[in-house]
C-alpha cells in the first residue's frame, strides 16, 4: 500500500543509469580525482536520499511539490463507539479522549494511540491517494492495543483497524472510522496539539485530556 515505493526506486535507477552513463563515456581510464569523485557518487545520493526521507520533504514548499500531508505530531484523539459495538460489562462507551502520536518519514510511518487505561501501535500504515479528489488522502493503520495490568480482567489484548481522510497538505483535523476483533467500532476525530512526538505515553494522554 506504499504508493512512494515506486517513486524511491526510480531514483535509485536513475542514479544508478547516470552513474554507468558516465564510467562508459569517459572509458576505463580515468585520472585520480575523477576516479575520487565517482566513489564518492553512490554515498552523496545515499545521503541525500536519507536527508529528503527525514527533513526535506517537511519543507512546505517541497511538501507541495511531493503532494505528502504532514501529519506527524501529537493529536487528540474522541473515539465514539457505535450503539452496535459489544463492549464488556464496566466497559467504557465513550467519548473516549486519548493521544495519537504519528510518527513520519517520507517514506515510513508509525502511530500509537495511547489512553489512561491501554495503548495500541500500528503494526501496518500507509497513505493511499483518493481516486476522487487530488486534494485528499486515506490514511489506513493496523494495530495492535495492549491494556494497562490494572484493566487487563477486562480488557484483554485486540486488534484493530483504522481508516482516517486526510485533506490538504498540512491538515489540523482529520476524522474516520475503526473496528477491532472485539466487534467493537465507531467514529474517531483527531485534533492538532503540536508536531512533537517524543512525548511519554502519560505525558501524551495528559495533554489530549487538557
Known amino acids: 500500500m506504499n504508493s512512494n515505493a515506486p517513486f524511491a526506486r526510480r531514483i ?3 542514479v544508478s543509469a547516470i552513474w554507468a552513463a558516465v564510467l562508459f563515456l569517459t572509458g576505463l581510464d580515468l585520472d585520480y580525482d575523477l576516479r575520487r569523485l565517482l566513489a564518492y557518487v553512490p554515498s552523496l545520493v545515499g545521503f541525500a536520499v536519507v536527508v529528503f526521507d527525514l527533513w526535506l520533504w517537511k519543507i512546505p514548499g517541497v511538501s507541495k511539490i511531493t503532494g505528502r500531508p504532514r ?3 501529537t493529536w487528540q484523539a474522541k473515539l465514539t463507539p457505535n450503539a452496535n459495538s459489544r463492549i464488556p460489562e464496566r466497559g467504557n462507551w465513550g467519548p473516549i479522549i486519548g493521544a495519537m502520536v504519528i510518527e513520519q518519514t517520507f517514506w515510513t510511518m508509525s502511530i500509537r494511540f495511547h489512553t489512561d487505561q491501554s495503548s495500541s501501535s500500528s503494526t501496518t500504515a500507509a497513505l493511499a491517494a483518493d481516486s476522487e479528489s ?5 490514511l489506513y493503520f493496523t494495530y495492535a492495543n495492549k491494556a494497562r495490568q490494572e484493566h487487563n480482567e477486562r480488557s484483554y489484548p485486540h486488534h484493530g483497524t483504522t481508516l482516517l481522510q486526510v485533506t490538504g497538505l498540512d491538515p489540523q483535523i ?4 475503526y473496528w477491532t476483533d472485539r466487534l467493537t467500532a465507531g467514529d474517531i476525530t483527531l485534533t492538532l ?7 511519554s505515553a502519560s505525558e501524551a494522554v495528559r495533554l489530549a485530556q487538557q
Open 12 to 14: 535509485a535507477v536513475t
Open 71 to 73: 501529519i506527524y505530531g
Open 134 to 138: 487530488k486534494q485528499s488522502r486515506s
Open 174 to 177: 482529520l476524522e474516520g472510522s
Open 193 to 199: 496539539v503540536d508536531r512533537r512526538v517524543d512525548r
